[in-house]
């Protein structure tokens, strides 16, 4: 079994900044991508930021220039660093992960258990 746990999240101003974790521990062999989507009230969840083991990210257009991904192979571990937050920016965090398991040749998708981010005017 895989467990991805997130830490971070909050309430801040507008403007202000905040730092989301997620560290992934289980039967893992490799984590080939690891991410952080969203979803706020009444709309579909949303990627976020992805990162590959390589290193390689991507941002979703709304977010690029504000927010970093990063990742520790070593740790099984992602932290999103968000700064110059927009109310729009309030939702329900998930940390993602792609994670090949010991014994296993193929990856399966995991999921945290989500942290509330709020961004006040």
């Known amino acids: 079994q895989v467990q991805l746990v997130e830490s971070g999240g909050g309430l801040v101003q507008a403007g202000g900044s905040l730092r989301l974790s997620c560290t992934a521990s289980g039967n893992i062999l490799r984590i080939p991508v690891m991410g952080w989507y969203r979803q706020a009230p009444g709309k579909k969840r949303e990627s976020v930021a992805t990162?590959?083991?390589?290193?390689?990210?991507n941002y979703a257009d709304s977010v690029k220039g504000r927010f970093t991904i990063s990742r520790d192979n070593a740790e099984n571990t992602v932290v999103l660093q968000m700064n110059s937050l927009k109310p729009e920016d309030t939702a329900v965090y998930y940390c993602n992960a792609d994670v090949v398991r010991v014994g296993n040749g193929y990856s399966d998708k995991y999921w945290g258990q989500g942290t509330q981010v709020t961004v006040s005017s």
């Open positions: 990162i590959t083991s390589g290193g390689n990210s």
